[in-house]
Antibody
Framework: QVQLVQSGPEVKRPGASVRVSCKAS????????FSWVRQAPGQGLEWMGW????????NVAQNFQGRVTMTTDTFTSTVYMELRRLKSDDTAVYYC??????????????WGQGTMVTVSS | DIQMTQSPSALSASVGDSVTITCRAS??????LAWYQQKPGKAPKLLIY???NLESGVPSRFSGSKSGTEFTLTISSLQADDVATYYC????????FGQGTKVEIK
């Protein structure tokens, strides 16, 4: 079954870091690029960054440069997103999403179920 | 960066009505535009890619078109199951979402 399964909810203090995982199955992991998208409560979708498993290139949205790191583990077919120096307005659902076509920047045809990250003192 | 302006922010229509949502790019983006449907508590679902291509398994009442820098999502006959928020998305070397349109049944 082609799917992305994300790690569970997190509660963090302001200033801390969080790492969210996204495990892929049912397709050739190394052929694709993956993005991270977040959605604050009641708000729209915000693209955070993209990582290509096939050539290692990353592209981070300007709003997150210096705070986000994306990595992959080809042995476990897992993508990771670490967000540092958390603030209360980082409270959101974080999604991973896969490019529709292999080895090509594209729209997202496969999404994880979302991970709720709550930042609160 | 290219900005996407989506309108309206919300609409209410009757079952069977034709519904149109628009996304305007601040400059030309070729056809690298997608449309997504998101229901409450769920991940977004891809409906249309490359401006006018219907994703596999998506009902044919959904369609997309492009005219200049304006992109349109049309639901030809609104169904109760179409109640959701719809987003456009630019994709090129980076990705940008529109602000979203909440569709309700009148």
């Amino acid at each position: 079954q082609v799917q992305l399964v994300q790690s569970g909810p997190e509660v963090k203090r302001p200033g801390a870091s969080v790492r969210v995982s996204c495990k892929a199955s049912g397709h050739t992991f190394t052929n694709y690029g993956f993005s991270w998208v977040r959605q604050a409560p009641g708000q729209g979708l915000e693209w955070m960054g993209w990582i290509s498993v096939y050539n290692g290139i990353t592209n981070v949205a300007q709003n997150f440069q210096g705070r986000v790191t994306m990595t992959t583990d080809t042995f476990t077919s897992t993508v990771y997103m670490e967000l540092r120096r958390l603030k209360s307005d980082d409270t959101a659902v974080y999604y991973c999403a896969r490019d529709r076509l292999p080895r090509k920047l594209d729209a997202f045809d496969l999404w994880g179920q979302g991970t709720m990250v709550t930042v609160s003192s | 960066d290219i900005q996407m302006t989506q309108s309206p922010s919300a609409l209410s229509a009757s079952v069977g009505d034709s519904v149109t949502i628009t996304c305007r790019a601040s400059e030309s983006i070729s056809t690298w535009l997608a449309w997504y449907q998101q229901k409450p508590g769920k991940a977004p679902k891809l409906l249309i890619y490359k401006a006018s291509n219907l994703e596999s398994g998506v009902p044919s009442r959904f369609s997309g078109s492009k005219s200049g820098t304006e992109f349109t999502l049309t639901i030809s006959s609104l169904q109760a199951d179409d109640v959701a928020t719809y987003y456009c998305q630019l994709y090129d070397s980076y990705w940008t979402f529109g602000q979203g349109t909440k569709v309700e049944i009148k």
